[in-house]
């Protein structure tokens, strides 16, 4: 992976050279060594010359300036975010079957992030059914990871409130969003701007008023205000099926209620008016796999083939996919793709692989990250990295 990027906000996903180290090691070195940054210069000068380089080249130099590119001060930059879950065959205890890691781009080496605060119960695979994997629906919003929906080992929904991540908070913790109306599983989730959006989905049992309805909350109001308001219902109940993404494009929520290469019927939420719409004739014929838009203003859409392993970018003016890589092999089967600075990153190989996507370069250029071992993959975000205590 090349590291000549322009800033330090740049995302540079690197394939690590070790399948997993632990990098807090760093922290936690002999505390005499000077913090000075740059001899003759204060600190807060200093890190104004220093934050104009890349963060890979600071970390190459030494202690104080690898402290420096991880704290909150410094201007941050993207890594990637996994939901994990042990392989079958290390499998045991199904109720704590998820952990989330970040993958720091500088040090190429994965770091395990603070768990959600118990009880929680996230089942992804139940013992009597290896064969079948159970969503875990997460999304970003506003520079956070959000988890919004799963099942639990009763079969029922496992979050009742939205569990939230901030990577550029000093504590490192998760919190809580306000209460669901109604927590549900198998739901269109996704979100615009600072506001998160849910809709349709099941409870504890199926109901039709629930299948066709809408929530947003905002994350931008104060703790106080926060609540989950009703907005324009769904036509019908047919987004209740599978776990459904809404994908944020150009100010409207973009939806189909099944994956792959089935007959599918998709829907537009326009935010501003809060309607629904058809969606484009264009749009849903290229819809042929795993969807998602850039992170960093939504301008842009992808799509890889599940079939062909091919890469399109949406035309939205002529309402057309245009090819941007041929088929991969490697991409074939994508079960998830997010897009941002630059990057496009698929999950594949069940759970097994991500392969990244350059398609700023011409032509693009791809590599494979692996997860750490004994790990597979359930979900990948691209958020600011993790802002690490003096």
């Known amino acids: ?153 009763q079969f029922l929904p496992a979050v009742s409130s939205p569990l939230v991540f901030d990577p550029l908070s000093n504590s490192n913790h998760w919190f809580y969003g306000p209460p669901l109306p109604t927590p549900r599983r198998w739901c269109a989730a996704g979100s615009m701007g600072s506001a998160i959006y849910v809709a349709s989905g099941i409870g504890s049992h199926y109901q039709s008023e629930v299948a066709r309805s809408m929530e947003k909350w905002d994350m931008n109001k104060k703790d106080g205000e926060w609540k989950w308001e009703k907005m324009a219902a769904l036509k019908d109940s047919s987004f209740s099926r599978e776990d459904v993404q809404a994908i944020g494009y150009r100010g ?43 992170v960093d203003g939504g301008d842009e859409m992808f799509v890889v083939d599940e079939e062909r392993g091919e890469l399109r970018k949406y035309d939205a003016d002529n309402d057309t996919w245009e090819v941007v890589l041929e088929e991969l092999e490697l991409l074939k089967g994508a079960e998830q793709i997010v897009a941002g600075r630059g990057r496009v990153c698929a999950v594949c190989g069940g759970g097994g692989r991500i392969v990244v996507v350059d398609v700023a370069a011409r032509p693009p250029r791809t590599w494979v990250v692996n997860p750490p071992p004994e790990m597979e993959l359930v979900g990948v975000h691209i958020l600011p990295r993790v802002s690490l205590s003096e």
């Open 1 to 153: 992976m090349a590291t000549a990027e322009a800033t330090s906000t740049a995302i540079s996903i690197c394939n690590p050279t070790k399948d997993f180290k632990n990098t807090n090691s760093d922290r936690n070195e002999n505390d005499h060594e000077s913090m000075l940054l740059l001899p003759g210069l204060p600190n807060h000068l200093a890190q104004l010359c220093l934050s104009s380089l890349h963060p890979s080249l600071l970390h190459a130099v030494c202690r104080s300036w690898r402290r420096l590119i991880y704290s909150p001060s410094f201007p941050p930059f993207f890594s990637l975010y996994a939901l994990l879950s042990p392989t079958i065959h290390h499998h045991q205890q199904y109720s704590k079957s998820i952990e989330f890691f970040s993958l720091d781009p500088v040090s190429s080496a994965w770091r395990r992030l603070p768990s959600p605060p118990p009880p929680l119960c996230l089942l992804h695979r139940h013992p009597s059914f290896i064969s079948r994997t159970l969503p875990i629906q997460s999304l970003t919003v506003a520079g956070r990871l959000v988890l919004i929906a799963a099942t639990d080992d």
């Open 252 to 294: 409207k929520l973009c939806m189909v209620n099944v994956k792959g290469k089935s007959v599918k019927q998709g829907s537009v939420y326009d935010v501003a008016k809060d309607q629904w719409e058809h969606m484009p004739e264009g749009m849903l014929a290229g819809w042929s796999g795993a969807v998602a838009a850039t």
